[in-house]
Protein backbone atom coordinates (compact mmCIF):
# COMPACT_ATOMS: atom_id res chain seq x y z
CA UNK A 1 0.00 0.00 0.00
CA UNK A 2 1.43 3.47 -0.59
CA UNK A 3 -0.80 6.37 0.83
CA UNK A 4 0.55 9.89 -0.88
CA UNK A 5 0.05 13.08 0.61
CA UNK A 6 -0.12 16.59 -0.87
CA UNK A 7 1.02 19.24 1.31
CA UNK A 8 -1.66 21.86 2.45
CA UNK A 9 -4.07 19.26 1.25
CA UNK A 10 -6.32 17.42 3.25
CA UNK A 11 -6.83 14.16 0.39
CA UNK A 12 -4.79 11.75 0.25
CA UNK A 13 -4.67 8.82 -2.17
CA UNK A 14 -3.97 5.68 -1.41
CA UNK A 15 -2.52 2.79 -3.94
CA UNK A 16 -2.90 -1.23 -3.05
CA UNK A 17 -3.34 -4.06 -4.20
CA UNK A 18 -7.00 -3.71 -5.24
CA UNK A 19 -6.18 -0.16 -7.17
CA UNK A 20 -6.71 3.47 -5.69
CA UNK A 21 -8.86 4.93 -3.51
CA UNK A 22 -9.56 8.58 -1.92
CA UNK A 23 -9.37 9.18 1.32
CA UNK A 24 -11.25 12.69 2.95
CA UNK A 25 -8.47 13.76 6.17
CA UNK A 26 -9.88 15.75 8.60
CA UNK A 27 -7.77 17.24 11.74
CA UNK A 28 -6.00 14.50 13.90
CA UNK A 29 -7.09 11.75 12.12
CA UNK A 30 -5.30 9.01 12.20
CA UNK A 31 -3.80 6.00 9.80
CA UNK A 32 -2.90 2.64 10.85
CA UNK A 33 -0.96 0.68 8.05
CA UNK A 34 0.84 -2.72 8.47
CA UNK A 35 4.30 -2.34 6.87
CA UNK A 36 5.98 -5.77 5.91
CA UNK A 37 9.69 -5.45 7.10
CA UNK A 38 12.76 -7.47 5.44
CA UNK A 39 11.86 -10.23 8.40
CA UNK A 40 9.00 -11.09 6.92
CA UNK A 41 6.93 -9.50 10.08
CA UNK A 42 4.48 -7.21 10.32
CA UNK A 43 4.70 -4.04 12.24
CA UNK A 44 1.82 -1.28 12.63
CA UNK A 45 2.75 2.32 11.91
CA UNK A 46 0.25 5.42 13.15
CA UNK A 47 0.42 8.55 10.69
CA UNK A 48 -1.57 11.42 12.11
CA UNK A 49 -2.84 13.58 9.59
CA UNK A 50 -3.27 17.09 10.57
CA UNK A 51 -5.14 20.09 8.72
CA UNK A 52 -1.84 22.07 7.20
CA UNK A 53 0.49 19.27 6.34
CA UNK A 54 4.22 19.29 7.95
CA UNK A 55 7.16 18.63 5.92
CA UNK A 56 8.66 15.42 5.19
CA UNK A 57 12.01 16.31 7.32
CA UNK A 58 9.80 17.01 10.11
CA UNK A 59 7.10 14.37 9.93
CA UNK A 60 10.35 11.40 9.75
CA UNK A 61 12.68 13.50 11.87
CA UNK A 62 13.23 9.91 14.39
CA UNK A 63 14.00 8.39 11.10
CA UNK A 64 17.55 10.28 10.53
CA UNK A 65 20.18 9.14 9.25
CA UNK A 66 23.66 10.45 9.65
CA UNK A 67 25.46 11.06 5.71
CA UNK A 68 29.06 11.96 5.75
CA UNK A 69 30.30 14.59 3.17
CA UNK A 70 33.66 14.29 1.88
CA UNK A 71 35.63 16.18 -0.51
CA UNK A 72 39.39 16.21 -1.77
CA UNK A 73 40.97 20.24 -1.31
CA UNK A 74 44.08 21.66 -0.01
CA UNK A 75 44.46 22.23 2.94
CA UNK A 76 43.63 25.81 4.31
CA UNK A 77 40.65 26.27 2.28
CA UNK A 78 37.66 27.17 3.02
CA UNK A 79 35.18 24.44 2.35
CA UNK A 80 31.21 24.02 3.01
CA UNK A 81 28.79 21.53 1.97
CA UNK A 82 25.70 23.55 0.75
CA UNK A 83 22.13 22.06 -0.16
CA UNK A 84 18.51 21.56 0.07
CA UNK A 85 19.10 20.02 3.48
CA UNK A 86 20.46 23.48 4.75
CA UNK A 87 18.47 26.24 2.27
CA UNK A 88 21.59 26.38 -0.01
CA UNK A 89 23.28 28.70 2.43
CA UNK A 90 27.07 28.62 1.33
CA UNK A 91 28.57 29.03 4.96
CA UNK A 92 25.95 27.08 6.62
CA UNK A 93 28.18 23.91 7.41
CA UNK A 94 32.00 23.90 7.48
CA UNK A 95 33.72 20.92 6.63
CA UNK A 96 36.93 19.78 8.91
CA UNK A 97 39.93 19.10 7.41
CA UNK A 98 41.07 15.77 8.12
CA UNK A 99 44.97 15.63 7.65
CA UNK A 100 45.29 11.56 7.90
CA UNK A 101 42.53 11.15 4.88
CA UNK A 102 43.73 14.64 3.23
CA UNK A 103 40.14 15.39 2.61
CA UNK A 104 37.11 17.50 3.91
CA UNK A 105 34.45 16.12 6.15
CA UNK A 106 31.05 17.11 7.55
CA UNK A 107 28.23 14.41 8.94
CA UNK A 108 24.99 15.73 8.36
CA UNK A 109 21.55 14.05 9.73
CA UNK A 110 18.77 13.57 7.34
CA UNK A 111 15.87 12.18 6.90
CA UNK A 112 15.13 9.60 4.07
CA UNK A 113 14.84 11.23 0.72
CA UNK A 114 16.95 12.60 -2.06
CA UNK A 115 18.97 16.06 -1.76
CA UNK A 116 20.86 18.00 -4.25
CA UNK A 117 24.11 19.71 -2.75
CA UNK A 118 27.31 21.53 -4.14
CA UNK A 119 30.52 21.66 -2.24
CA UNK A 120 31.81 25.53 -1.48
CA UNK A 121 35.31 25.77 -1.51
CA UNK A 122 36.83 29.32 -0.84
CA UNK A 123 33.62 30.89 -2.78
CA UNK A 124 33.61 28.52 -5.80
CA UNK A 125 30.30 25.80 -5.89
CA UNK A 126 31.59 22.74 -7.08
CA UNK A 127 29.22 19.36 -7.83
CA UNK A 128 30.55 16.11 -5.99
CA UNK A 129 33.16 14.57 -8.24
CA UNK A 130 33.44 11.61 -6.35
CA UNK A 131 29.24 11.32 -6.71
CA UNK A 132 27.65 10.70 -10.22
CA UNK A 133 24.39 11.29 -9.52
CA UNK A 134 23.52 14.56 -10.71
CA UNK A 135 20.71 17.05 -12.01
CA UNK A 136 21.22 20.30 -14.21
CA UNK A 137 20.06 23.53 -12.25
CA UNK A 138 18.42 26.84 -13.13
CA UNK A 139 21.69 28.34 -12.78
CA UNK A 140 23.12 26.20 -16.20
CA UNK A 141 25.59 23.52 -13.92
CA UNK A 142 24.53 20.49 -12.33
CA UNK A 143 24.26 19.63 -8.70
CA UNK A 144 24.85 16.27 -7.06
CA UNK A 145 22.67 14.19 -5.61
CA UNK A 146 22.22 12.31 -2.24
CA UNK A 147 20.17 9.54 -1.44
CA UNK A 148 19.15 8.40 1.90
CA UNK A 149 17.10 5.30 2.80
Same mark, same amino acid.
Given at each position: ????????S???S????????????? @???S !???? !?? +??T????? #?????? =??? +?? +???? *???A? #??? *????????????????????? &??? $? =???????? &?? !?? $? $?? !?????????????I?? +???A?????? @???? &?????????S? #?
Open positions: MHVNCLKGEQCVTGSQGPDKLKLG @SNT !IVMK !IK +TTKKCAE #KVVVAK =KAA +TS +TAKA *TKST #KEV *TFTVHAEKGKAVYVAGEFNNW &DPT $A =KKMAYKAK &DG !IY $A $AT !IKLAPGDYQYKFVDG +TWCDPENVN @SVAN &DQGTFNSVVV #K
